[in-house]
DNA sequence: TTGAAAGCGATACCAT
DNA sequence: ATGGTATCGCTTTCAA
């Protein structure tokens, strides 16, 4: 941890007590007389002295910092929505530490534990998995402000999260409302949003009195990535009869699934539809631009900042869970039309 | 920080002695007798009891942990390496604290004063800029082992990056030896790489006894993203005579030159050449694949791990600092080919 | 084997 | 206005 200046240090050094150093250099209350501040700041700045945060917050019991985990450094979903919490996080104070897990649900407990003994103030976090929440269900349950980023309410625990369901049924009517009637799913991995998704991809056909084909429902191998989407297409149009619009459970695969349709010189959206969610950047400058549901993360990190406010803040008895869910709006570009009438 | 359990708790529910539940907890040395440890355990399990790693590293002197500063956590390229460094370290027993900067010089030297403050035993930095390193410096001759993960070889402090001087003159000479004569230079703000970028982009024009055309080096209003590129557009293409190709600092800039293209029916190859740099994943999935520069992640973060580990190691007296630099690859594809011979 | 005591760096309370 | 002293939670001698 190397040679660091102590207050020790400069209060040797201009020959004052460690605690009138201390009071000095923190601005803090008593009337120190000008030229005795003079000569201790001076002195800090000149061995640039830098206070010691564990040593701090050991006796202060406070670090004002919150931990973030997040699941995949990789998707832009998530670092906006981090970056945005971290600005905001600032703003009230608060420094942000932040943990990548990796999609490894070993990795998410240990970084939570890591976390919490460096004594992070609060939790949020993107779980690697919407079913495997009970340690998080734990933590908040022994006191511990925790708010999970994603995820359908469970009322367990504090959420704020885009409503997959939603924004999936509203996708999948629309789709429907344009007269496709075989509409592929492409879930990437049983984990994340992905269960709401479905939920709304199913409700939607409910709703139009349309029966699934459980064979259009498919899951990528690995991963929700471009290689992926690309990957799956060869397995989604063997179907029988063939889809006539696919649904990403991520443009990223969607941007892949457009690649593959390009090579088998298959039209979109003339021989086939496509639409992702997240509309991340790149999904309006594709060739076919993408019809999509957008993330809202600027509404999410709003309201998890403010509602993280209150749960540190009511530090001890925790109000009871909330679940905000914002609905996201669908965002209609050129790769969806109506089918063809010759199947 | 609330009302958590203490050694002190588990000591007073066992009736054995801190010191003893210390030595128990963390396995260390003297033999203690099965029955004390399995009571110890057993009842540290049942308050689920967490160390607090603040008075652990106070005490100890050392945290184990690494710190990684961000400019853009939107950048692919930058998590990417983060992910793997993080992954690399955990593996060296260290744990990992990201820090973002959103690309601002004085949130960065915020970022480092909060990472120092926290003990952490090294940073890892993506800076802002290229040219305001001397705080970066200033810390490294201090005794604070900073490896730079960008930028050229200075001398003054440890770096591990890819090469963007050969990068880009490997990609200019492909074009020169296209035939290109006329190629401009998207430059994403004169901040990062891209002075080496420029610097290759210089070297290859003279290596073929090309004059180059100041007015074709611009700087898009913003950023590197899709969107600054196609607006950037515009005005490239007013330079006269107009370019045969066109270098994007950056692939995702490059997403949106496409795009232009496209909406103003400019053939890619066969009326402009585009190239980028970075090989983000959708640039092979792109209505015209990309021609790029490789971005070395694996082999910046394990060296930089590596070499990390020995300035680490080498507690109080660091060696003098080095500068490891990676050649990264010329990737084609299709989007450059020689220019049509009518201007 | 187990425990008492000192100390890490900083803060806060109480004197002076 | 300034300084002593106890304390935060844990580790580390050093005794017993």
Redesign the interface.
């Known amino acids: 941890?190397?040679?660091?200046v102590r207050l020790k240090d400069i209060a040797a050094k201009t020959g004052f007590s460690i605690n009138t150093v201390s009071v000095v250099l923190r601005g803090s209350s008593p009337k120190i007389p000008e030229a005795t501040r003079r000569i201790i700041e001076a002195a800090a700045r000149e061995l640039?002295y830098?206070?010691?945060?564990?040593?701090r917050?050991?006796v202060s019991?406070?670090?004002r910092t919150v931990g973030i985990v997040l699941s995949n450094?990789?998707n832009?979903i998530l670092?906006?929505s981090?970056?945005l919490i971290?600005?905001q996080l600032a703003e009230h104070g608060y420094?942000?530490?932040?943990?990548?897990t990796?999609n490894d649900y070993l990795r998410e407990r240990k970084a939570l534990?890591?976390l919490?003994?460096?004594?992070v103030?609060a939790i949020l976090i993107y779980p690697t998995s919407h079913a495997r929440l009970d340690h998080l269900v734990a933590l908040r349950r022994?006191?511990?402000p925790v708010l999970l980023l994603t995820g359908a309410p469970a009322g367990e625990i504090d959420l704020v999260s885009i409503d997959n369901r939603s924004g999936s049924r509203k996708l999948v009517s629309h789709l429907l409302g344009l007269g496709h009637r075989r509409i592929a799913f492409l879930d990437a991995g049983q984990a994340n949003g992905n269960l709401e998704k479905f939920d709304g991809y199913r409700a939607a056909h409910e709703a139009f009195g349309v029966a699934m084909d459980p064979s259009l429902v498919l899951i990528p191998e690995a991963g929700s990535?471009?290689?992926s989407g690309?990957r799956s297409m060869a397995r989604v149009m063997a179907v029988a009869p063939k889809p006539t619009a696919i649904l990403a459970s991520a443009d990223?695969l969607a941007?892949?699934i457009?690649?593959w349709c390009?090579e088998h010189a298959l039209d979109v959206p003339g021989d086939l539809s496509v639409a992702g969610f997240d509309d991340i950047?790149?999904s309006?400058?594709?060739?076919v631009p993408l019809t999509t549901v957008s993330y809202p993360s600027h509404q999410i990190s709003e309201q998890a900042v403010a509602r993280l406010m209150t749960l540190i803040e009511s530090?001890?008895d925790l109000p009871p869970p909330e679940s905000v869910t914002i609905d996201p709006d669908l965002v209609i570009r050129s790769s969806c039309r109506s089918p063809t009438l010759t199947p």
């Open positions: 941890m190397s040679h660091r640039d830098l206070p010691n945060a564990l040593a917050s050991l019991q406070r670090t450094l990789l832009p670092t906006l981090a970056q971290e600005q420094d942000t530490v932040i943990a990548a990796g534990d890591t919490r003994a460096r004594q103030e022994s006191g511990y990535s471009a290689q690309y990223s941007v892949g457009l690649r390009r950047e790149i309006a400058f594709l060739d530090a001890g």
